[in-house]
């Protein structure tokens, strides 16, 4: 019977584990989600400056929106790095990939948004003659700048989720194998008392049968 419980107490335990590893699966689910919207609210802005004639304006207004997307971008790491990758991740050479890799993207934010800010300053005393000849290559790095971070962004989210659906699906296992021995344990309690009650019944006639025997001796 301690066997039994002991079994139920790791099953439990199981249960409440895959329910964590569910939780952090939906919370990744929902910063994704997140940062599809943001990046149609992007595009939305990006169709909205070709709308804008004067290419110097054009780029101050890009360079608005690259800041306000950096900021974005940085809020959605911290929230990500709030996750307890010790308890997710227990490899660690993938729990190193994942520090390092956010890491790497604040840095690169960080060292971003100190270039804007030079860039800002630049942008202020352009011509728009100026502005239009540098126009395409400005809008061209950014999208570079823009397309990296997402790249190492997606990497890191691809080695969290990778970690998470292999541990529901240990988990998984673990509960299918757990079940198996708490059935088969089940299954020898009931033999066990099945025989004990057999063993009892026996005795009983046994015992019935002596007295019969002693009563028929006793006659004679």
């Known amino acids: 019977m301690k066997e039994l419980q002991d079994k139920q107490r790791t099953s439990d335990e199981l249960r409440k584990e895959e329910d964590k590893q ?6 990744i689910h929902t910063l994704e989600e997140r940062t599809k919207e943001e990046a149609k609210r992007r595009v939305a802005k990006e169709y909205a400056l070709f709308n804008i004639k004067q290419h110097k304006l ?3 207004q890009k360079a608005q929106d690259v800041q306000e997307n950096l900021t974005k971008d940085k809020e959605f790491i911290i929230k990500l790095k709030q996750f307890e990758f010790e308890d997710i991740i227990r490899d660690e050479l993938r729990k190193k990939e994942v520090q390092k890799g956010l890491g790497e993207f604040l840095e690169i934010v960080k060292a971003q948004q100190e270039l804007e800010k030079q860039r800002e300053k630049q942008l202020a005393f352009l011509f728009d003659s100026e502005a239009k000849a540098i126009y395409d290559k400005q809008m061209n790095m950014w ?3 823009e397309i990296a971070r997402k790249k190492l962004l997606d990497d890191v989210l691809d080695t ?5 659906a292999e ?11 757990m079940l198996q021995e708490r059935e088969q344990i089940t299954k020898n309690i009931e033999e066990y008392d099945r025989e004990l009650k057999e063993l ?8 019935q049968q002596r007295k019969k025997g002693d009563r028929r001796r006793n006659k004679t």
Do not use: M, T
Not at 22 to 27: C, F, M, P, R
Not at 160 to 164: D, N
């Open 22 to 27: 569910a939780a952090v699966k939906l919370k």
């Open 58 to 60: 054009k780029l101050k």
């Open 143 to 145: 999208k570079s700048e």
């Open 160 to 164: 969290v989720k990778k970690q998470v």
């Open 167 to 177: 541990n529901i699906k240990r988990n998984k296992e673990k509960q299918k194998d």
């Open 200 to 207: 009892k019944i026996e005795e009983e006639k046994q015992k």
